[in-house]
C-alpha cells in the first residue's frame, strides 16, 4: 500500500509542476533579436539610391549592419534632425563580401576584413568622431590596395 501510495504523491507532484508552468532549461526560446532602429540619415556616397542599412541599439551602442553589403561601396551617415550621434558605434560586416571598411569622421580608420568565417562587429574607437561631427563617411572596398 504504501508504494501505491509513494506512486500516487509523485504523479500527482509531477501534474502540480506542469500545471504550474515549471519552466525547464532545455524549453527556452532564443533571444529575440533587438528592435531596428533610426537613428541616422543614409545617403549614398557616391549620389546613388542608397541600400538601406540596418541600426540596431546594443545599450548604448548603435550596431550598423553591413552584411548585405559587398563589392565597392559607401555612406555618409548624419544624425536625423533632432538626434545626437550614439555614444558608441559599430559595424557588423560578412567576411568575404570586401576586404576593407574605410571609415572617415574626426579620425579615419581602417578595418580589415577578414576573408572568410562568422560575421564580425568593428568598434569604432570613442576619439574618431566627436558630437559635433557634420558626417561619417563609410567606403567598403573588395580591392587589396588602399588610397591613403
Known amino acids: 500500500m504504501v508504494p501505491a501510495l509513494c506512486l500516487a504523491l509523485c504523479l500527482a507532484l509531477c501534474l502540480a509542476l506542469t500545471a504550474c508552468g515549471v519552466h525547464l532549461p532545455w524549453r527556452h526560446s532564443k533571444p529575440s533579436p533587438p528592435p531596428p532602429a533610426q537613428e541616422l540619415s543614409v545617403a549614398a556616397a557616391d549620389g546613388a539610391v542608397p541600400a538601406p542599412i540596418p541600426e540596431f541599439w546594443d545599450r548604448n551602442t548603435l550596431l550598423l549592419d553591413l552584411t548585405a553589403e559587398s563589392g565597392e561601396g559607401g555612406a555618409v551617415l548624419r544624425p536625423l534632425p533632432g538626434h545626437v550621434w550614439p555614444i558608441r558605434l559599430e559595424f557588423k560586416v560578412q567576411?568575404?563580401?570586401?576586404?576593407?571598411?574605410?571609415?572617415?569622421?574626426?579620425?579615419?580608420?581602417?578595418?580589415?576584413?577578414?576573408?572568410?568565417?562568422?560575421?564580425v562587429v568593428f568598434r569604432l574607437a570613442p576619439g574618431a568622431y566627436v558630437p559635433d561631427t557634420p558626417q561619417i563617411t563609410l567606403r567598403w572596398s573588395a580591392a587589396d590596395g588602399l588610397a591613403h
Open 95 to 119: 567576411p568575404g563580401r570586401f576586404v576593407h571598411l574605410d571609415v572617415s569622421a574626426l579620425q579615419r580608420v581602417v578595418f580589415e576584413v577578414p576573408a572568410q568565417g562568422p560575421p
